[in-house]
């Protein structure tokens, strides 16, 4: 079994990127597959700093073929200047980058629906990216107003194509927000068809080129985008993303099968985030959520938001680790917890007085539970420098153990840094 996959086990931000970075070496392939730009990780690699959101930071790595597949939804002007600063740091990417000609591809009425409709909605905002995201998946299901990359080679049913839907999203728009300018159908099929030639040598089939590679024995790396608890099925719905972001999207992301993958990695990190809306139970209001957010720098890569900041929650993470059927854990950004003296874990909820490590199926109940707590010392002291597991202190050690008993799983890795190199292999 050649393939590893890596997912995120909480609600996104998980530190994924500097994981699969530090894994790469170890493959031949890194394979995105679902989500789109509204993720975005920053990798540290030989000093130097890249925010990446839809290639896979694999690019980094010259000997490495980075795969954007079948299930990811391409907004196309952001994927160029994307690919446009990597060619000026690293050079070419033509043979490194490969895009799914299933792929779904993300127009200018998608953000425009989205945006009408998150400020229309009477309930709590769902708090998307506002990257037409989740309006690109609605139309994929719908499958009568999609595009994929593949249609845009197809000149005159594409023409065609984007005729009828803007007309109809013209009606859309118009009804949802009446102050909106209508699409212009011949200026958007221009717009598209030059990206599309741009984006031409690096469109193929995904999902035979992965076949092929396997058979020849290549080692894939799946990158997962988002957290488990975002995901469209088994996350905190309404309150998640449109896609399976949990582990059990590779195989319908990739077209690969899971019975594939020899390791299931689970991030986490070592407190918990969250941006948009949605019920947070361990979620801290004062100043030692902002002094996580500071030290964490926990602001998005994409949108800029403050996250919101808590204690670990168990019974979340591990309800993400059996979702996704985890081998091991990594646990990351540990050295921001360094500086406060107590650290709160949340090992189980109570819901209407009963005590619970289920992790409820309604956001109404998740928002009425109590986390319960076990409190441990903090270290106190900067580990930042610490390369191996007997240099931590004590109680880093016992903090760890805790979220490994806690989530059931054992620990692999802990970052306790953004760089490659601020990495212990735990225990080994
Ligand atoms: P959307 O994916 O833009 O539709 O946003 C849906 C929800 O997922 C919102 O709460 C977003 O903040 C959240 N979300 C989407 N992508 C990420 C991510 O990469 N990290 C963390 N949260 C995300």
Redesign the pocket.
């Known amino acids: 079994m050649s393939a590893t996959s890596v997912i995120g086990l909480q ?3 998980e530190a994924k990127g500097k994981i699969v970075d530090l894994l790469t070496e170890e493959h031949d392939l890194v394979v995105r597959y679902q ?1 789109g730009n ?3 990780h920053t990798v540290v690699a030989d000093g130097e700093t890249y925010k990446l959101s839809l290639i896979p930071s694999g690019i980094l790595h010259d000997s490495v073929i980075s795969v954007i597949a079948t299930g990811v939804v391409i907004h196309p002007q952001a994927l160029l200047k994307e690919i446009d600063g990597i060619v000026a740091r690293r050079g070419a990417v033509e043979g490194r980058l490969l895009i799914s000609d299933r792929a779904h591809v993300i127009f200018p009425w998608h953000m425009l629906e989205e945006a009408a409709l998150e400020k229309n909605r009477r309930d709590e905002a ?6 037409g ?2 309006t690109c998946y609605r139309d994929k299901a719908g499958r009568t107003h999609a595009i994929r990359v593949g249609d845009m080679y197809r000149s005159e049913t594409f023409r065609s194509r984007i005729g009828e839907i803007v007309e109809f999203k013209n009606i859309v728009l118009k009804a949802i927000n009446p102050d909106v300018e209508p699409l212009d159908a011949d200026a958007i099929f221009e717009e598209y068809s030059e990206y599309a030639r741009r984006l031409k040598p690096l469109v193929i089939d995904t999902t035979a080129y992965l076949h092929h590679a396997l058979d020849e024995g290549k080692r894939l790396l799946f990158e997962g ?3 488990s608890l ?1 995901d469209l099925d088994h996350g905190t719905y309404p ?4 896609s399976n972001s949990s582990g059990c999207g590779v195989h319908s992301g990739s077209g690969v099968s899971e019975r594939v993958i020899g390791r299931m990695l689970g991030v986490a990190k070592a407190y918990t985030t ?5 019920p947070f139970p361990t979620e801290l209001d004062d100043e030692i959520g902002q002094h996580i957010r500071d030290t964490g720098n926990e602001y ?1 890569t ?1 949108t800029g938001r403050p996250r919101r900041c808590g204690w670990f929650d168990g019974v979340a993470t591990r309800y993400g680790a059996r979702l996704s059927g985890v081998d091991g854990i990594v646990i990351a950004l540990l050295d921001v917890l360094s500086d406060l003296d107590e650290l709160k874990i949340c090992e189980a909820y109570e819901i209407d007085g009963e005590r619970t490590t289920d992790f409820p199926s309604h956001v109404d109940a998740l928002a009425k539970v109590k986390p319960i707590y076990r409190t441990l010392p903090g270290w106190k002291t900067d580990i930042t420098g610490v390369r191996k597991t007997e240099d931590l202190p004590a109680a880093a050690r016992g903090y760890i153990d805790t979220l490994a008993e806690i989530i059931g799983s054992p620990v692999h890795i802990v970052s306790v840094g953004p760089d490659r190199l601020q990495t212990i292999f735990y225990n080994k």
């Open positions: 609600w996104g931000d989500g509204n993720a975005g769902i708090g998307t990216t506002k990257r995201i989740g985008a988002q957290g975002l309150f998640v993303t449109s969250r941006v948009g809306g949605g998005g994409v």
